[in-house]
């Protein structure tokens, strides 16, 4: 059998080694399995967020952001346990030998969770989506590469194939089986179990390294470096907006002067030309007008027209709304 990970593969054979164990000398034994538990001190699934959230990849979204989840809280955990011991002693030939999925029963979007654990931080919710194929791709050259070089993962890197595959994929799980047979309920509901864990994340600061500074999670280095200013918001994705309007913007100057078939000193000239144009027009058209200018523009940018048709269409506006008499 193939496992993720080494995590995986120790969880399994330490299921089996309880599961072999039923019956040894009059003991019998049953196998639960918790998905993503969490709780007031967690230092796995906080933990891991945390690591998320102050990473470069912080304000993204890996994947469309529909995956869902199931998690569990901690003393739901424990109820389980204990039913799992007193089902044992009164009705162990249905219950004994055999593994139980247990959970809140209440699957809910990854990222809504995540989210929710990033704002009692004092993280800005992620908005921004990445492709998951791709991140997965990356997450799995990045760790070729360091098991090729022999270098050593922090212990919850963001980017890894199973923190990919966790944030983007649903992954479920049916506990009727723990309700029928164990008499398993859960007794904190998901709610009352992500408030309580985001109420106890001031007392994690110290072994998580969270701060609780609004809207960031601690000083990067790069926050450190940049400072704060116009230029340093847009670098650091703290305005998403703005942002993603520079980047575009350096994308169309980019294509223009190099990918464009012009030379430079004729695309410079034209796109004066367009802007020196656009300032006139601006100044003496009307505003219901505007609409002849975005197809002048259009004509312009995409080379649509000659030098002496660009004239015509302009002086054609211009005779339309009045500008000449």
Known sequence: ?????????????????????????????????????????????VRFVAGYARSPLGKFVIGSGGSKSDFTYVENVVHANICAEQALCSNAASVAGKPFFVTNGEPIETWEFVSCMMEAMGCQRPRVNLPAKMLLFAAQFSNMIHHRLGLQ???????????????????????????????????????????????????????????????????????????????????LWRDEKKTFSYITLLFLLFYWFFLSDRTFVSSSAKILLVISLALYIHGVLPSKVYVYWFIFCDSVIFGKLRFDEILKLFMWICLRNGVID
């Open 1 to 45: 059998m193939q496992f993720g990970s080494a995590v995986s593969e120790l969880r399994a054979q330490v299921e089996m080694m309880v599961l072999s164990a039923d019956g040894n000398d009059g003991m019998r034994t049953c196998v639960l399995r918790p998905s993503n538990l969490f709780g007031p001190g967690d230092s796995s699934l």
């Open 153 to 235: 993962m922090s212990s919850t890197p963001p980017l890894y194939p199973d923190a990919v595959y966790f944030l983007s994929h649903t992954r479920t799980f049916n506990i009727s089986k723990a309700r029928r047979q164990l008499g398993y309920a859960p007794t904190v509901s998901l709610e009352d179990g992500i408030m309580r864990t985001a109420a106890s994340v001031s007392e994690l600061q110290d072994n998580l390294g969270i701060s609780r500074k609004q809207g960031a999670c601690g000083s990067s280095k790069a926050d450190k470096l940049l400072g704060s200013g116009v230029a340093a918001d847009i670098l």
